[in-house]
């Protein structure tokens, strides 16, 4: 097995002998090894030693794996008296930042993520056991697994997979472990999944919720910036960035901030942004010119025929992934090893959904319908389309076997009205083949109905969740690619296992004010970021951006396409492609499909041009 993975890397084994087949597959690849207190290999992979804390006490042993401040000292003196995983677990509940939990305690084994999916685990059966990584590609490699071309037809539908296969990849016979499960390994090569945290019931007031996030967000930031003599932070003059880059800059770690002026001249980041960095003083500020940072959609053909391999799964930014590199090369030119983004701060803390009003008038009628009334007169909603939302009572499995059946290929909808459901509703591209449409419909059906379980009991945590965990996968795929270029890790405090539980905590009804944005944020922030940022009712726009993208790039794209991996396999029509993508455009809105058609070409390409060269059969044994 030769090329397993770029970029860092863990395999954990069991501590039995059933991990013999998969143990020698790994050591003529893996440059780096830890062992269970048996000698038994445990973890194999490619790994930073400055992402890695490993400590033991006794039997146990316990690796942290990603950014945390904690020391080994302290982590070993933590795990004194631990004797059960479920005590491992708990000796290090209490870490801020964002890492990979491993633990090896009397012969079992625990894994686990974080809860928004930016650090994940996944399992296969790999001869006599099953085994976790931290990358499915590797699983794929390690178990022989080909891809799934129903899971890439219905990937054209999005960005992320839908819901709920939004944590699923497209390699078969890869698993993935739920962001709010752990997964246990058995000696005997056995393997299962426990539930390791449960959603708050969301009862805590607004001042209680952002004495919350405060602390939480201010140690998330700290167990990234502890010890480094530089990082570097996002200031778009967006609430977001804002919060990260005055929380950095408290400390004693020099701070470089980084931004790129938008190509529409109307929008009104920039003023903020200085204003933020005027009293930033102690920082170095970074601004880039509109033309000299790469337009969206550049490097399309030299990112489909990467010698790297395909990666964990299609790239949602695909289109914004030169601008990462770029990104990347600066921040690392400026002396910033890490870089903090102010990505899930729209999904944690969001503002604009009416999904909350499902819940607001269950939880408490009088006061909900009220605050209906503001939202539907604010939105221009007719009352029998309100209550028409309101009163839907499906499940998510009733709704997704509902979008299943009228799972077709068309345009997207335009916004308008309210959407209180579960998850939105997928739609094919037009461009899509009938074969495709049905392969999906296939797909989605299967996983609905009864089984088909919401991440929360309240409707609106359950959409955060799911935004959390569908930006967490494809941020830990940037973070990916910028370590890659130019060693720059891309890190996300707002997804934080800390900072999501204490906003989920709070009353729907605090979280979601008429007239305010991100109100609960804007309080956790109040008296460290600039009132008049935290006041800020507007948001950038980019669809200047886009569209000069699309028309600098739009040969390149039509000559992916052209000679479509996608088409071959019988899932795209190239000649309706071009139709409809050289047909006027009146809204960006009539060319977000190809954002996952992109994505899902690219990653079949570099599938098709570095296939799995090795796998372990059931008896050990390496094959071609």
């Known amino acids: 097995m030769q090329g397993v993975a770029r970029g860092d890397w863990f395999v954990v084994l069991p501590d039995g002998d059933a991990a013999a087949a998969a143990a020698r597959a790994l050591r003529p690849v893996a ?45 070993s003196r933590a795990l004194a008296r631990v004797r059960s995983l479920a005590e491992a677990r708990e000796a290090a509940a209490g870490l801020a930042g964002s890492f990979h939990l491993f633990a090896s305690v009397g012969g079992r084994v625990w894994a686990q993520g974080t809860l928004a999916a930016v650090r994940r685990v996944f399992h296969a059966r790999v001869g006599d056991a099953v085994v976790a990584c ?44 739920a962001a709010d499960e752990g997964l246990v390994l058995e000696a005997d090569g056995r393997a299962r999944t426990v539930r390791r945290w449960q959603v708050p019931e969301p009862d805590a007031s607004l001042s209680e919720g952002a004495a919350a996030v405060r602390t939480a967000l201010s140690d998330a930031v700290e167990a990234r910036t502890a010890g480094r003599s530089t990082v570097s932070t996002d200031l778009s003059g967006g609430m977001d960035s804002s919060s990260l880059a005055f929380l950095a800059a408290g400390g004693a770690t020099r701070l470089v901030t980084y931004r790129f002026a938008e190509s529409d001249v109307g929008n009104d980041d920039a003023h903020y942004a200085r204003l933020s960095a005027g009293q930033l003083t102690g920082a170095r500020h970074v601004v880039d010119g509109a033309g000299s940072v790469p337009a ?27 601008r990462l590199k770029h990104l990347a090369k600066t921040m690392a030119s400026a002396g910033s090893r890490l870089h903090l983004a102010g990505h ?25 319908w009220g605050r209906v009334r503001d939202y539907r007169a604010m939105a221009r909603v007719s009352w029998s389309a309100a209550l028409r939302q309101l009163a839907d009572g499906r499940t998510p499995g009733q709704e997704v076997t509902a979008q299943a059946r009228e799972l077709q290929a068309g345009p997207l909808t335009r916004g308008g009205g309210w959407v209180t459901g579960w998850a939105g509703t997928p739609v094919m591209p037009v461009w899509a083949s009938e074969d495709a449409v049905e392969a999906a419909r296939v797909l989605l059906s299967a996983v609905a109905g009864d089984g088909c379980a919401p991440l929360a009991r309240w409707r609106e945590q359950h959409e955060v969740l799911l935004l959390a965990r569908c930006t967490g996968t494809v941020v830990a795929q940037a973070d990916r690619l910028t370590r890659q270029v130019a060693g720059v890790g891309l890190e996300v405090p707002f997804l934080d296992d800390a900072v999501l539980r204490a906003a989920l905590a709070v009353h729907p009804g605090q979280r979601n004010q008429p007239g305010r944005y991100k109100p609960l944020l804007a309080e956790a922030m109040h008296g460290t970021v600039p009132l008049e940022v935290l006041s800020r009712r507007t948001k950038g726009e980019f669809s200047a951006d886009f569209y000069q993208g699309w028309q600098r790039h739009r040969g390149d794209i039509l000559a992916l396409l052209e000679d479509s991996r996608l088409a071959r396999h019988g899932l795209i029509d190239t000649d309706r492609a071009r139709r409809a993508l050289l047909r006027p455009h009146t809204s960006a809105l009539d060319l977000a499909p190809l954002d996952a058609t992109l994505a899902t070409e690219v990653w079949l390409r570099e599938a098709e041009s570095n296939p799995l060269r090795g796998s372990v059969t059931e008896r050990g044994e390496s094959r071609p």
Not at 37 to 55: E, H
Not at 56 to 72: D, F, I, L, S, Y
């Open 31 to 75: 440059p780096q090894v830890l062992r269970h207190t048996s000698g038994r290999p445990w973890l194999f992979g490619c790994w930073p030693q400055d992402m890695v804390v490993s400590a033991q006490a006794g039997p146990v042993r316990v690796v942290v794996a990603g950014e945390c401040a904690v020391t080994a000292p302290v982590l």
């Open 344 to 368: 899930g701060g729209d999904e944690v803390f969001r503002t604009g959904s009416h999904t909350h009003l499902h819940d607001l008038v269950r939880r408490s009628p009088l006061s909900g």
């Open 134 to 177: 931290n990358r499915p590609e590797v699983l794929a490699r390690l178990s022989g697994a080909g891809w799934d071309g129903q899971w890439l037809a219905l990937r054209l539908s999005g960005m992320v997979m839908p819901f709920p296969l939004h944590e699923s990849v497209p390699w078969e016979g890869v698993e993935p472990v």
């Open 296 to 322: 969206m959609f550049a490097g399309l053909q030299s990112a489909s025929s990467s010698a790297g391999g395909a990666g964990s799964e299609p790239f949602g930014w695909v289109r914004s992934r030169a």
